[in-house]
């Protein structure tokens, strides 16, 4: 068997004929373990240029993220990352996982050339987890055996092609990331699809699952602002399937048929709350009271339900329009570039309705035991409440329908492809009886094994990040070594032109880690921190005087009007960007 499963607690469990008592075999999350283990190890192969190989220093959000990192690893953050709209996504539980990527693979070990390369290796770890944690949940469910190894050979197939397009999808991003995007808006679609499945589990009565769903949730939670609408209604929805089965089943409630689970996703959740409830208690206005000022102030915008369900329905293409994160048709909606695109992508339509008639079919013509059957069809509920949820929060958008806001979507999609799973590895088990069943038992598993690598080869390329141009990073980090040696006082006074805001908040990482003191001289807190921007008033803080040293990030353009009378060095950074200081006197 491929794995133990576990004793159901509905009594009906006791005549299940996969529910099997075993001492010898590992349990579920063990598998969990060597399945998320491999799957890494796959995923850093695949990758080995750009995370052993490469150097990257950050700018943009990167580097503004980074910057939280750094913070992180001092257990001083409190925030998310930053959103657009004037506060911080809830909470840091992402932050302080790439914290402890920088401290095994950089600092201790040096396995990789550059602090960032070891975050991408945390998220990797993170989510091989989850997705494994998700598929081996299923297969537990199901019961091991034949239809597990049936089941999770078809889900990794599924896998491979439905986020080898996810992938495909985020290369319109610039620097062509890959499936394996840091970037915040892209991590929150595997923690998502291991939430929705976890939910399912605990709806359909295995309060076992509960720490695992609450651990989903709760990164979920910290690291989008919109989460709370999927995960406060799913979570009353799985506890409410709970208490029923437990109360049908065992005549007890939930907390005792399950009590050592709800210590454990207690302890989880009070981890998690943990920073949230510092920043409320300590920050005057605090991040919860800006992002419940800013949902009041928006409350009329709105966008639509049907402007809601084509933005939903955009995902299922796999394509977003050609070096546009947001959809031009709807910035100025006419009825002739939507129909264009959905016509344009009509194969991608085409095979999802092939896929939802044969999940169909498959499911009507099989006879299996109460458990799975209601199993399955928890996991339906829970889709088709997450689809009706996106839908709403799709007319609520505020401002630009922008892809970013809802990438989560791509996992409402590949849950309903793990039911197509199900159905497929219980019709093909259904099938097996006899001799000949046998003989196929024995190979197909094989054979779908040696499908799932092809797949996974084919689409290796939407799986790595295309490594950055090196001669633009040691350009980069030798101008800014450079202008140390010519000018070494400290702190640094940074002020930039907004063109080139990427570029400076690079600036500042890279001194950050260097262990220069640096302040900015614009008030941009959102990508500093209010720690490190200069504020009139403030005693705690550096004030710039004349023999200070400033340092300013220009436009190349800015740059080359600076003439030799001015005394200033210039020094180029990346993306025609320059660095700018005057140059001290003999």
């Known amino acids: 068997m491929l794995m133990s499963p576990e004793t159901d607690p509905h009594p009906l469990a006791a005549n299940h004929p996969a529910v099997v008592s075993s001492t010898t075999e590992p349990k579920w999350w063990?598998?969990?373990?060597?399945?998320?283990?491999?799957?890494?190890?796959?995923?850093?192969?695949?990758?080995?240029?750009?995370?052993?190989?490469?150097?990257?220093?950050?700018?943009?959000?990167?580097?503004?993220?980074?910057?939280?990192?750094?913070?992180?690893?001092?257990?001083?953050?409190?925030?998310?990352?930053?959103?657009?709209?004037?506060?911080?996504?809830?909470?840091?539980?992402?932050?302080?996982?790439?914290?402890?990527?920088?401290?095994?693979?950089?600092?201790?070990?040096?396995?990789?050339?550059?602090?960032?390369?070891?975050?991408?290796?945390?998220?990797?770890?993170?989510?091989?987890?989850?997705?494994?944690?998700?598929?081996?949940?299923?297969?537990?469910?199901?019961?091991?055996?034949?239809?597990?190894?049936?089941?999770?050979?078809?889900?990794?197939?599924?896998?491979?092609?439905?986020?080898?397009?996810?992938?495909?999808?985020?290369?319109?991003?610039?620097?062509?990331?890959?499936?394996?995007?840091?970037?915040?808006?892209?991590?929150?679609?595997?923690?998502?699809?291991?939430?929705?499945?976890?939910?399912?589990?605990?709806?359909?009565?295995?309060?076992?699952?509960?720490?695992?769903?609450?651990?989903?949730?709760?990164?979920?939670?910290?690291?989008?602002?919109?989460?709370?609408?999927?995960?406060?209604?799913?979570?009353?929805?799985?506890?409410?399937?709970?208490?029923?089965?437990?109360?049908?089943?065992?005549?007890?409630?939930?907390?005792?048929?399950?009590?050592?689970?709800?210590?454990?996703?207690?302890?989880?959740?009070?981890?998690?709350?943990?920073?949230?409830?510092?920043?409320?208690?300590?920050?005057?206005?605090?991040?919860?009271?800006?992002?419940?000022?800013?949902?009041?102030?928006?409350?009329?915008?709105?966008?639509?339900?049907?402007?809601?369900?084509?933005?939903?329905?955009?995902?299922?293409?796999?394509?977003?329009?050609?070096?546009?994160?947001?959809?031009?048709?709807?910035?100025?909606f006419d009825w002739a570039g939507t129909v264009l695109f959905f016509r344009t992508h009509w194969r991608a339509y085409g095979l999802w309705v092939a896929s939802a008639g044969l999940t169909l079919g498959a499911l009507r013509g099989i006879r299996t035991e109460i458990e799975t059957r209601r199993f399955v069809r928890a996991i339906a509920i829970v889709i088709l409440v997450a689809t009706l949820l996106s839908l709403f929060w799709g007319s609520i958008q505020e401002g630009t329908m922008f892809y970013f806001n809802s990438h989560f979507n791509f996992a409402i999609y590949y849950a309903g492809l793990l039911i197509l799973a199900i159905a497929a590895a219980l019709w093909i088990d259904g099938k097996l009886a006899g001799a000949r069943g046998k003989r196929i038992a024995m190979v197909g598993p094989v054979v779908l094994g040696l499908a799932v690598i092809a797949a996974f080869v084919q689409e290796r390329r939407r799986f790595h990040s295309a490594p950055a141009n090196q001669d633009r990073q040691r350009q980069f980090a030798a101008s800014i070594e450079k202008a140390l040696s010519i000018d070494p006082a400290q702190p640094k006074f940074i002020n930039f032109d907004w063109t080139a805001s990427s570029e400076a908040v690079g600036l500042a990482l890279y001194l950050e880690r260097r262990g220069c003191a640096w302040m900015v001289r614009e008030d941009w807190p959102l990508f500093f921190g209010r720690d490190k921007v200069v504020t009139p008033g403030r005693t705690d803080l550096p004030v710039p005087t004349a023999s200070s040293s400033f340092w300013r990030v220009v436009s190349h353009q800015t740059a080359s009007t600076i003439g030799p009378e001015q005394r200033a060095t210039v020094l180029p950074l990346m993306n025609d960007a320059d660095l700018v200081f005057q140059t001290p006197a003999e």
């Open 30 to 332: 063990c598998w969990t373990l060597i399945l998320a283990a491999l799957l890494f190890a796959a995923i850093l192969l695949n990758d080995a240029d750009t995370i052993f190989r490469s150097e990257y220093y950050e700018t943009g959000d990167y580097a503004a993220n980074s910057l939280q990192v750094r913070r992180a690893k001092r257990f001083q953050e409190l925030l998310g990352n930053y959103s657009r709209f004037g506060f911080h996504h809830p909470g840091p539980a992402f932050f302080y996982t790439y914290a402890l990527g920088e401290a095994l693979f950089y600092d201790a070990t040096h396995l990789v050339p550059t602090p960032f390369n070891a975050q991408l290796i945390a998220l990797r770890a993170l989510s091989a987890f989850f997705f494994s944690a998700t598929v081996l949940l299923i297969a537990r469910r199901l019961g091991g055996g034949a239809r597990g190894r049936w089941f999770l050979g078809l889900a990794l197939l599924l896998a491979a092609w439905h986020f080898g397009s996810v992938g495909r999808f985020y290369n319109f991003f610039p620097g062509n990331p890959g499936f394996f995007c840091i970037w915040p808006p892209c991590v929150v679609v595997l923690p998502f699809l291991c939430f929705l499945v976890a939910a399912a589990s605990v709806t359909a009565g295995a309060g076992r699952d509960l720490p695992l769903m609450v651990l989903a949730a709760c990164f979920l939670a910290h690291g989008h602002v919109v989460m709370p609408l999927f995960i406060l209604p799913l979570t009353l929805l799985a506890y409410g399937g709970l208490t029923y089965w437990t109360r049908i089943g065992r005549e007890v409630w939930p907390w005792r048929a399950f009590a050592r689970h709800h210590l454990v996703a207690g302890a989880i959740l009070v981890v998690f709350l943990l920073p949230i409830a510092i920043d409320a208690l300590t920050a005057h206005p605090n991040n919860i009271q800006q992002i419940l000022k800013h949902v009041g102030a928006s409350a009329e915008t709105r966008q639509g339900l049907l402007r809601s369900v084509l933005y939903f329905l955009h995902f299922a293409a796999y394509t977003p329009y050609p070096n546009h994160n947001s959809i031009p048709a709807f910035e100025n």
